[in-house]
């Protein structure tokens, strides 16, 4: 339905005085013909509206209140696969930086037709798909719609089986998704645990990607179910690990909670499987270098894992790590901490975490040596280890 003459005044008044007359009488034409043209004249229109967006935030602010979206979101449920292409590209960018926007797209009934081309056999199209559906999810208000619409196996789908891009677009618009409580148990049901460890295993542990990757399994560790998939998942541990030492603070502060969630019961199998990843040391630093709830998170980690019955330490080891922990808390908890201190236990405790590994390994060396396993199997058996 085309704006009163009275709104379009005021939109192009808000549109700039950097833009010409010319110009906005040529966004009236563009409008005009994606309202009122034939199909071809519609899908030149969408292709026009999707280059005047690509950069200009003027432009969607006024292309968007001008009426075009409805008939934008009418051409995603064409026959022309070029005709979806072109209107999902135009309201992909008509979405980006633009609350309203977002809001306007999702109000237009956009999310039932972006569900279907997620179904779409052409992989283009459902990433394509998937970046929409990323953009529109960043808006609060839709994200109880997105999450109730079908979308969450559909990106799970594509977090397994899609392009690189796709993979990330797709766990991403997962995590704006895991923000609504409510989506949390779809995104869980739906296998996300896996394809997120093998994403993040493959990512830079401390870009946005792994730091939100990371948060997305902090909510589902908050799920028995998604506390047990993690352990089971081959590397899910480790990979947790590693943004722990490697992360960015945030992305940090989300892998010791998710591990403190793991631990805690009576979990004396995966207290065991992170000692032997070697995660004291990365908890130390947190004491001492991590944010607020990091600290906290890692301190009380720390103390599970003294507590744990059964360790790969010997008892020498353990009671120098007990001392060692139990200094650096000690200093956390006092108002300046002591740096160079800090360090200096933090040294100390690397070099016992090498010594022990070294051992372990010498010992499965002569387990070996006086098995019968071949020489193949006997490192196989190491690298397991």
């Not at 209140?65 to 135009?90: D, F, N």
């Not at 789908?157 to 995590?175: C, F, H, N, P, R």
């Amino acid at each position: 339905m085309a704006p009163d003459e009275d709104r379009l005044v005021q939109e192009f008044e808000a549109f700039g005085t950097d833009s010409s007359s010319e110009n906005k009488q040529g966004i009236q034409d563009i409008l005009a013909s994606l309202l009122n043209g034939g199909p071809d004249v519609r899908l030149s229109a969408a292709r026009e509206i999707r280059r005047l967006t690509k950069t200009s935030n003027k432009s969607r602010s006024y292309l968007g209140a001008a009426g075009i979206i409805e008939p934008l979101v009418s051409m995603l449920k064409h026959t022309s696969s070029e005709a979806k292409e072109a209107a999902l590209l135009a309201l992909l960018n008509l979405a980006v930086g633009n609350e309203r926007n977002k809001v306007r797209i999702t109000k237009a009934g956009a999310i039932s037709p972006l569900v279907e081309l997620l179904h779409s056999e052409d992989m283009d199209l459902r990433e394509s798909a998937a970046a929409a559906v990323l953009t529109l999810s960043a808006s609060s208000s839709n994200k109880p719609v997105i999450g109730a619409s079908g979308a969450t196996p559909l990106l799970v789908e594509i977090l397994t089986t899609g392009s690189t891009q796709g993979k990330v677009d797709s766990a991403m618009a997962l995590y704006n998704l895991s923000s609504y409580p409510d989506n949390l148990p779809s995104i869980l049901a739906a296998g996300a645990i896996s394809p997120l460890i093998l994403l993040l295993k493959d990512s830079n542990k401390f870009s946005k990607v792994a730091e939100k990757t990371t948060a997305l399994l902090d909510s589902l560790a908050t799920f028995e179910e998604g506390r047990s998939a993690i352990a089971m998942t081959g590397g899910g541990i480790l990979a947790l690990v590693e943004v722990l030492e490697d992360g960015s603070p945030q992305g940090r502060e989300h892998a010791v909670c998710a591990l403190l969630a793991m631990c805690q019961g009576s979990r004396c199998e995966l207290r065991q499987a992170l000692l032997q990843e070697g995660v004291i040391p990365g908890l130390l630093e947190l004491t001492v270098q991590g944010t607020p709830q990091a600290k906290r998170d890692a301190q009380l980690l720390l103390q599970l894992l003294r507590e744990s019955p059964q360790s790969v330490r010997s008892a020498s080891d353990s009671a120098a790590l007990e001392r060692i922990a139990y200094d650096i808390t000690s200093h956390v908890d006092g108002e300046e901490p002591d740096t160079e201190i800090a360090k200096k236990m933090l040294t100390e405790m690397v070099q016992l975490s090498m010594e022990q590994s070294m051992r372990h390994l010498q010992q499965r060396a002569l387990v070996c040596a006086s098995s019968d396993l071949s020489q193949s199997d006997c490192l196989a058996e190491l690298s397991l280890k």
